[in-house]
């Protein structure tokens, strides 16, 4: 979550909902779809002023071909079973672009200038030069012709400063460069621009169409998420509906606010570096983010600081000179910031931002605000579109480029068009998938991909017996333990739990708030110190008679299976096959370090799962840890099975953009490596290695009876928006009652399993029915989800290793 935090398994936000994490909104019904949980993650995470999206990595990834090593799909990577649907998607064809070679330039700076729209402005100082129709990145420049000399020293003045602008040919490019796509995208953000929307990090947003939110104190901004790509038959433009959430509040108002309940200075400093210490805050004179990571007590507003030209100036100065804000609080601290981490800047020392708290608004949400219904309500009615409300707001995004004549005039200069029609095409409905749970059978609902009612009306797969365990509960609480403790006893036969009178080994532990100090020092000292299994309970949930045997009946379960115990299996179709997930996590004490999680399949029904997490520096390589895992999830599976395994396949989530050569070039070896240095030679382990990735903007939609609506769970794409250079799909593996669902994009890099498009597609939907905290499908397979609940549960409260006795137990559920 942004700016704040989740309890990894506290039963009211979590633990007893089969949601596989925690969700901001208040409890409607006992049983949320996992999908609302998931889009209303993305939705906080969208609204927060974190920009994750880099368009550079984009391409980066976009040229990496890894589909020219595996044969087996050379012809085609499209599957043929399933049901044909109909689909729709938020892509626009481009229908013409320009056929001419173009020419780019490199733009030097002396002395450097970093402020890009500087940059921009010093450039087109020479507009008679290079020409009306150019487009210009910041460090490089695309013409459509070539200039008079390949390399031209030009002088441009900043104020009164003299800059030399150096611009040198570097090279021609075709038309079908990829290149050349990156420059259309920088030709949309203009065109996002000309239609005077606000550019906050790498998005725009419509400032004129704000929605405010006095009573909560809450500001919208709606806006547009897009990229033009190349695709498998065409080039397209993505368009997605996005918004930013900001706060009416300054960080300076938060130290007020502070300094009223806490009278001394040292009190003062640690409440005020507590609340504003890793969050983000937005600088709106220039639409601007940063993350706070430090508070300076020692200066002020007044303090004088030296600019490039060498001259003294304060902050106060400085915000009026350059941004006509005015500071009027000047014996207010610092905020500082260090700045984006940089792999290339891994040894450069970097200068700390300092940011006048006055001038800083909050962004995120409270956990009181996340806790308000009407809140949440608010937000949702303006940021959770459904499909018809998305198709709305991107036909008036293209109407307005269509009628636009400013626009147009643009756009023709490059011979840029767009189709002002969704992307059309068929895509396939998998079968549904059968649940076996003990003796029973079932089949998951066509449409609402959900088992909640069956899996609680008989007997699990596999039952641990609660014959030791301690329930611990604050004083003056008894009487909700004891309730508790009643609906758990009427619960656990009917799922053949045998429960005996509690004992001191298993711990269940009843919390009366929800402060996260009290359960982080809870899960570090049952997950390091003294390693038991333990269930957290709040107490306000406890204390709602109608609801309270559903609670119980879900605790029951999720203390089975941190027990050792299973709930359901299905059939994968894959015999002696391991499956691996592994997920990352940015550690929220030791902010320098990130987590990995990494789970495996002990044995072949996917019931049990072994799980380790590897510690890493910034910028650090997951394959430092990587082979001891493997090696102890191969000792682990040959305890269990008495055999190696004939196949090893890799749900690798938690991927950036850009990123995608690093793990064929590190991650992918390592674990070859691995096997080859664990197994003997004539094993034969086959390796599959699969790229997920969740943080998407592709949308689909199905027409029913006139209207745009969601596709049914198990919905299969794998042509029109995928990549030739890819063995890629897409799967809709949820169901959701508001709002429009999000596929998830599966992308096969390595393979020597060799599965046909048909049978990962399957496999992998069919993962995603065994995550134990959802009697439903959920957006990625169930390793997946498991490694993230492990590196999300170290990351945000234990900050160690958890013991080793707890590795095959799901202990982080």
């Not at 400032?207 to 405010?212: D, P, S, V, Y």
Request: proline share 4%.
């Amino acid at each position: 979550m942004v700016d704040g935090y989740q309890y990894s398994d506290v039963v009211g936000l979590e633990e007893w909902s089969p949601r596989p994490q925690a969700s901001p909104w208040p409890q409607r019904s006992l049983i949320l779809e996992e999908e609302e949980e998931t889009q209303l993650v993305a939705i906080v995470q969208a609204a927060s002023l974190k920009e994750r999206n880099h368009i550079g990595g984009i391409f980066r990834d976009h040229v990496v071909d890894t589909r020219q090593y595996l044969d087996h799909v050379r012809e085609s990577t499209a599957g043929t079973q399933g049901r044909l649907v109909k689909l729709f998607a938020n892509h626009f064809r481009v229908t013409s672009r320009p056929q001419q070679i173009t020419c780019k330039y490199n733009i030097d700076y002396m002395p450097d200038i970093e402020d890009r729209q500087v940059r921009s402005e010093l450039l087109l100082q020479h507009k008679v030069i290079i020409g009306k129709c150019y487009i210009f990145d910041g460090t490089s420049l695309l013409l459509p012709h070539k200039l008079r000399s390949p390399k031209m020293e030009l002088v441009s003045l900043l104020k009164k400063q003299v800059v030399k602008v150096t611009i040198e040919f570097t090279s021609e490019l075709m038309p079908t460069s990829p290149d050349c796509l990156r420059y259309y995208n920088i030709l949309f953000r203009r065109i996002l621009k000309m239609m005077e929307l606000e550019q906050v990090g790498r998005n725009y947003y419509n400032k004129r169409e704000a929605m405010e939110f006095h009573n909560h104190k809450l500001v919208i901004w709606p806006g547009y998420v897009t990229s033009i790509l190349e695709y498998e038959t065409s080039i397209t433009l993505c368009a997605d509906v996005n918004h930013k959430l900001f706060r009416m509040q300054t960080a300076y108002d938060l130290i007020s606010d502070i300094r009223d309940g806490f009278p001394t200075k040292q009190e003062l400093q640690e409440q005020v570096s507590k609340r504003l210490v890793g969050s983000v805050v937005s600088t709106m004179y220039n639409n601007k983010t940063y993350r706070v990571d430090a508070i300076n007590w020692e200066e002020t507003p007044r303090t004088t600081f030296k600019t490039s030209d060498g001259a003294e100036i304060t902050f106060v100065e400085y915000y009026k000179t350059r941004y006509n804000q005015v500071v009027t609080e000047l014996n207010q601290p610092l905020l500082i910031s260090k700045g984006k981490w940089k792999k290339s800047k891994q040894d450069t020392p970097r200068e700390p931002i300092l940011l006048v708290p006055q001038l800083c608004n909050l962004t995120g949400l409270t956990d009181e605000l996340r806790k308000n219904y009407r809140v949440m309500r608010d937000l949702a009615l303006h940021m959770r579109l459904d499909p018809e409300k998305r198709q709305h707001e991107l036909r008036k995004l293209m109407n307005t480029i269509q009628t636009n004549k400013e626009i147009q005039r643009e756009l023709q200069l490059w011979d840029l068009k767009f189709d002002a029609s969704f992307l059309s095409f068929s895509g396939r409905i998998l079968k549904e998938v059968r649940i076996f749970q003990g003796r029973r059978v079932f089949d998951s609902h066509p449409q609402f991909a959900d088992w909640t009612k069956e899996t609680r009306s008989g007997p699990l797969l596999n039952v641990k017996s609660l014959d030791h365990w301690l329930i611990l509960y604050p004083t003056g609480y008894y009487r909700a333990a004891s309730s508790f403790l009643q609906s758990l006893r009427r619960v656990t036969p009917t799922m053949g739990i045998a429960m005996k009178e509690a004992k001191m080994l298993q711990v269940v532990c009843v919390l009366s708030s929800e402060k996260k100090e009290l359960y982080d020092s809870i899960k570090q000292y049952l997950c390091v110190s003294c390693p038991i299994p333990s269930q957290c309970v709040i107490t306000r949930i406890l204390d709602k008679p109608q609801t309270l045997l559903t609670i119980a009946t879900n605790i029951a379960q999720q203390m089975n299976c941190k027990m050792g115990g299973a709930l359901w299996k299905v059939e994968t179709e894959l015999q002696n096959a391991m499956f691996i997930g592994i997920d990352c996590f940015h550690d929220t004490v030791n902010r320098q370090k990130s987590i990995a999680g990494f789970v495996s399949s002990i044995n072949q029904e996917l019931t049990q799962w072994f799980s380790q997490c590897i510690f890493q520096e910034s910028g650090q390589e997951l394959v430092n840890g990587l082979k001891a895992c493997l090696e102890a999830a191969l000792k682990l599976w040959c305890k269990h099975n008495l055999f190696l395994p004939q196949a090893i396949i890799v749900y690798r989530d938690g991927v950036g953009d850009g990123q995608l050569q690093a793990l064929l070039d590190h991650e992918v070896p390592q674990i070859e490596s691995s096997l080859k240095s664990v197994c003997p030679k004539d094993s034969g382990v086959k390796l599959t290695f699969i790229v997920v990735k969740k943080r998407i903007n592709t949308r689909f939609f199905v027409e029913s009876e006139g209207r745009l609506r969601n596709p049914l769970p198990g919905t299969v794409i794998d042509v029109e928006v995928t990549k030739r250079q890819w063995y890629d799909f897409f799967i809709v593996s949820q169901s959701v009652k508001d709002g429009t669902v999000t596929p998830t994009h599966y992308n096969v890099i390595h393979d020597t399993v060799r599965f046909t498009p048909d049978r990962i597609q399957h496999l992998t939907y069919r993962l995603c029915h065994m995550y134990y905290n959802l009697a439903g499908v959920i957006r990625v397979p169930a390793p997946c989800h498991y490694a993230h609940k492990l590196a999300y549960l170290v990351g945000q409260s234990i900050h160690q290793e958890p013991h080793h006795c707890l590795a095959s137990r799901l202990f982080y559920l």
